[in-house]
T-cell receptor
Framework: EAQVTQNPRYLITVTGKKLTVTCSQN?????MSWYRQDPGLGLRQIYY???????DKGDVPEGYKVSRKEKRNFPLILESPSPNQTSLYFC???????????????FGEGSRLTVL | DAKTTQPPSMDCAEGRAANLPCNHS???????VYWYRQIHSQGPQYIIH???NNETNEMASLIITEDRKSSTLILPHATLRDTAVYYC????????????FGSGTQLTVLP
């Protein structure tokens, strides 16, 4: 089954304790990205990746890091989490957009992170 | 990518057609209109997209005005399970950057 898998789905942590949210897709997609969703602010892009070893900042990259060492994985790293990073996080992937692709984004189920 | 404007909320009676409007007056010629929906706090789900012609699939129809400055997503026979936030997004293809989502329209289907 084609899917984007995120882990953990729920996490409560404390300020300053490094954490990683993993994201894996089994569709051989080139593009992957991370979003955060906060009440009243919609979905905001954190980072995106066009392919292996190619990443770039989205709209709200501060406090986050990413890496893309393998095509299927795109982990989100919070080196020193703070309470303002409490949010619902989504990973998404898609094929490289072209005339033969819909450019459809496939989303994971979300990771709800609470930083105390 | 062009900005979009959607009403914050709409209601629709079960079994009736739900018509969700979207304004994208600054759209350019190579930008597509995409619709996604998000049920509760699940990951958003792709519905449909189009460039200038009307489109239909098993989920919905997309009507784009001739000047492409606005569009309407039509759910022909809304069910309670269609209650969700619906996002209209405009995007160039090919694009190196993923989509930016606004606040969307909360559609509530009433029994």
């Amino acid at each position: 089954e084609a899917q984007v898998t995120q882990n953990p789905r729920y996490l409560i942590t404390v300020t300053g304790k490094k954490l990683t949210v993993t994201c894996s897709q089994n569709m051989n997609h080139e593009y992957m990205s991370w979003y955060r969703q906060d009440p009243g602010l919609g979905l905001r892009q954190i980072y995106y990746s066009m392919n292996v070893e190619v990443t770039d900042k989205g709209d709200v990259p501060e406090g986050y890091k990413v890496s893309r060492k393998e095509k299927r994985n795109f982990p989100l790293i919070l080196e020193s989490p703070s309470p303002n990073q409490t949010s619902l996080y989504f990973c998404a992937s898609s094929l490289r957009t072209s005339g033969s692709s819909t450019g459809e984004l496939f989303f994971g189920e979300g990771s709800r992170l609470t930083v105390l | 990518d062009a900005k979009t404007t959607q009403p914050p909320s709409m209601d629709c009676a079960e079994g009736r057609a739900a018509n969700l409007p979207c304004n994208h007056s600054t759209i350019s010629g190579n930008e597509y209109v995409y619709w996604y929906r998000q049920i509760h706090s699940q990951g958003p789900q792709y519905i449909i997209h189009g460039l200038k012609n009307n489109e239909t699939n098993e989920m919905a129809s997309l009507i784009i005005t001739e000047d492409r400055k606005s569009s309407t997503l039509i759910l022909p026979h809304a069910t309670l399970r269609d209650t969700a936030v619906y996002y209209c997004i405009v995007r160039r293809l090919p694009s190196a950057r993923q989509l930016t989502f606004g606040s969307g329209t909360q559609l509530t289907v009433l029994p």
